[in-house]
């Protein structure tokens, strides 16, 4: 059974840093499209950072420059480094994967199998 953890969110102030990791289990990280989403209140869900399977990076213009995906196969972790966070950033913080490319490809949230539960990000300015 394939699950993913979300850890990190908290709450700074804006400029400051946090990083997000993404724990999964029950299959291999290196095969999959890899992202982190958010969602804020009364917002839609929107792609911040993908993971291509083939290890090419994609990035939301917002955080272009301010965020990095990265990940760890050995360990089956996910990251996401968040630097210079503006309140704009708040949001909940999901990670997903999925064996299609589309959704890294192309910042979308289609054919993303699986999900976590999310850790919460709150900037403050």
């Known amino acids: 059974q394939v699950q993913l953890v979300e850890s990190g969110g908290g709450s700074v102030q804006a400029g400051g840093s946090l990083r997000l990791s993404c724990v999964g289990s029950?299959?291999?990280?290196?095969?999959?499209?890899m992202g982190w989403f958010r969602q804020a209140p009364g917002k839609e869900r929107e792609a911040v950072a993908t993971?291509?399977?083939?290890?090419?990076?994609n990035y939301a213009d917002s955080v272009k420059g301010r965020y990095t995906i990265s990940q760890d196969n050995a360990k089956n972790i996910l990251y996401l480094q968040m630097n210079s966070l503006k309140p704009e950033d708040s949001a909940m913080y999901y990670c997903?994967?999925?064996?299609?490319?589309?959704?890294?490809?192309?910042?979308?949230?289609?054919?993303?199998?699986?999900w976590g539960q999310g850790t919460l990000v709150t900037v403050s300015s």
């Open positions: 997903a994967a999925g064996d299609n490319d589309y959704a890294c490809l192309f910042l979308s949230d289609r054919y993303l199998e699986f």
């Open positions: 029950g299959y291999t990280y290196s095969r999959y499209c």
């Open positions: 993971l291509i399977s083939d290890g090419r990076t």
